[in-house]
């Protein structure tokens, strides 16, 4: 089975903070994601990876930033918490689907609840 | 604006009555959709895939979704809800990016309560 882990289930941080969140997949995925969920919104892309050391903008990347060292880990970070950032955050893995860099199913973590206070 | 829609926030129904999650999408070229379900306090978990082919797809736990492409419709269904089946569900999209393969946009999602 696919196993994607974060480093968190709840984290309180103070506004100012920064914030680092940790994801790790073992199933040897090119690509990694993180999603921010909130009630009535759904999930909201806020950057990916298709391969070590890339990174690409999501739908709402403002206020956060990436890093992909390795392939298996993909660190989410908030460089000044602000109150508006408290969510839960998802990360997810998926391989190539079978058509190259199609995507194929997402794999998702247990989610980590941020509070920024 | 490639998206789908869930237009529910919440579905109730007994348990062993059929149960329906609706959700309509908007791309463009040919839709590859995805249904997720998310326990409490848990990560999003896989159901179903449509890619191509037969307009019904059968997934995870007694779980099918059909595909009805005038409609523009990809409903989840299950022919007798359990209590267990409680839970927030989640409609997806890929959307096509220029370079860089993928992504999935999600709707707001449905809470499903099933009652005994």
């Known amino acids: 089975d696919v196993k994607v882990t974060q480093s968190s289930r709840y984290l309180v941080k103070r506004t100012g903070e920064k914030v680092f969140l940790e994801c790790v997949q073992d199933m040897d995925h090119e690509n990694m994601f993180w999603y921010r969920q909130d009630p009535g919104l759904g999930l909201r892309l806020i950057y990916f990876s298709y391969d070590v050391k890339m990174k690409e903008k999501g739908d709402i990347p403002e206020g956060y930033s990436v890093s992909r060292e390795k392939k298996e880990r993909f660190s989410l970070i908030l460089e000044s918490a602000s109150t508006n950032q408290t969510s839960m955050y998802l990360c997810?893995?998926?391989?190539?689907?079978?058509?190259?860099?199609?995507?194929?199913?997402?794999?998702f973590g247990p989610g980590t609840r941020l509070t920024v206070l | 604006a490639q998206s789908v829609a869930q237009p529910e926030d919440q579905v109730n129904v007994a348990e062993g009555n059929p149960l329906t999650v609706k959700c309509t999408y908007s791309?463009?070229?040919?839709?590859?959709l995805f249904w997720y379900v998310q326990y409490p306090n848990r990560g999003l978990q896989f159901l179903l895939k449509y890619i191509t082919g037969d307009n019904l797809v059968k997934g995870s736990y007694g779980f099918e979704a059909e595909f009805n492409k005038s409609q523009t419709s990809f409903h989840l269904k299950k022919p007798s809800a359990l209590v267990s089946d409680s839970a927030l569900y989640f409609c997806?999209?890929?959307?096509?990016?220029?370079?860089?393969?993928?992504?999935?946009?999600f709707g707001a999602g449905t809470i499903l309560r099933v009652k005994s």
């Open positions: 791309v463009s070229g040919n839709p590859y």
């Open positions: 997806a999209v890929r959307v096509r990016l220029m370079e860089y393969g993928n992504k999935l946009v």
């Open positions: 997810a893995s998926s391989p190539f689907g079978a058509s190259g860099r199609f995507l194929d199913t997402q794999y």
